[in-house]
């Protein structure tokens, strides 16, 4: 029986996913392998003469190789095969190969079975030189099989620091579209809060006649100033916006205490008081998440909501 020794010219990332199959051109017998991570190929117990040999990789359509080799009979047929590297130029693959250890269980069990088949021999019976040869290219296997084992996993187990890698950065693009997006969200929602607040304290103004020119001015500019800060950090933004709620609380309260009953229960007082409430309070944020759910509250205090009310307010 013959075998073949070959070697593939080629990347190890492209090497992990590729299959290389021979097939004899007159009995049609198929034996398919994978190549190790150094792209050599090893073959036992061929029958000497024309194979053919076919190496596809799963993310190229067309074969890349596809040619006719002879197995000699009496010795180990050795042959090397480059395949140009121009092939995989639009294939997207790791540069660091995974462990794959497929290729060295398998070649570690065709070597066993090949060895306990040359130990069936009983004293006196000759040993040919086609046993010699099985005999020494199944050693050969074997030592190529756990040399590959042993670069391929270490004590603790193999990583796949290019998955590690990859995984690290779509977290960091993860995070990065998050905060972004956050960040967007909030300064949008920013201004629909203060052209609600606007609103609302327009509204008032109009249902509390006796407020004073000054308590009107100091809302107002307090509003302005708000307005200003919509990209401010949400640390910055939430201190002035307490300071809104606080100032429309102080001045709406002294108002009150000389208005009508029908003024005090308005419903448009009563809201306005409500949001300048919930402004004031409420735990310090620090991140836009934490503004958002804030808003909420506020949103879920005020009478139709603060869209609806920044929409009037902008007609």
């Known amino acids: 029986m013959g075998s073949l020794n070959l070697q593939l010219g080629a ?13 004899n051109q007159a009995t049609r017998e198929k034996r398919e392998v994978t190549p190790f991570l150094d792209g050599s190929v090893m073959v036992a117990n061929l029958v000497p003469g024309n194979w053919q ?3 596809k990789h799963p993310n190229i359509i067309a074969d890349l190789v596809n040619r006719p080799i002879r197995v000699l009979p009496d010795r180990p047929t050795i042959t090397r095969i480059v395949i140009p590297a121009n092939i995989f130029g639009n294939i997207v693959v790791a540069d660091v190969a995974d462990a794959n250890l497929g290729p060295s269980q398998a070649k570690l069990a065709e070597a066993e079975t090949d060895a306990r088949d040359q130990a069936r021999k009983v004293a006196g019976q000759p040993i040919f030189a086609d046993d010699w040869n099985l005999l ?6 074997s030592a190529k099989a756990t040399g590959e084992l042993a670069r391929l996993v270490s004590p603790i187990g193999h990583d796949h620091p290019e998955l590690v890698a990859a995984i690290g950065d779509v977290q960091e693009n993860v995070q990065k579209f998050y905060d972004l997006f956050a960040r967007s ?7 629909i809060e203060q052209l609600a607040l606007d609103s609302k304290v327009r509204g008032v103004i109009e249902k509390v006649p006796d407020l004073p020119p000054a308590s009107r001015k100091r809302m107002q500019d307090t509003i302005l100033d708000l307005q200003s800060s919509y990209q401010d950090s949400p640390a910055v933004y939430d201190r002035k916006k307490r300071r809104a709620g606080q100032v429309v609380q102080e001045e709406m309260a002294a108002a009150l205490l000389t208005a009508t009953p029908d003024v005090v229960d308005d419903i448009v007082v009563k809201d306005m008081m409500n949001v300048a409430e919930t402004l004031a309070s409420g735990p310090a944020v620090a991140s836009y998440s934490a503004e958002l759910k804030q808003r909420q509250r506020t949103e879920d205090r005020s009478k139709g909501g603060l869209f609806l009310a920044a929409m009037k307010g902008n007609r």
Do not use: G
């Not at 969200?185 to 201004?191: H, V």
């Open 53 to 55: 040999i076919v190496a």
């Open 185 to 191: 969200l909030a300064e949008l929602q920013r201004q």
């Open 11 to 23: 990347e190890p990332a492209f090497l992990r996913d590729m299959k290389v199959s021979l097939v």
């Open 136 to 141: 020494a290219a199944t050693l050969a296997d």
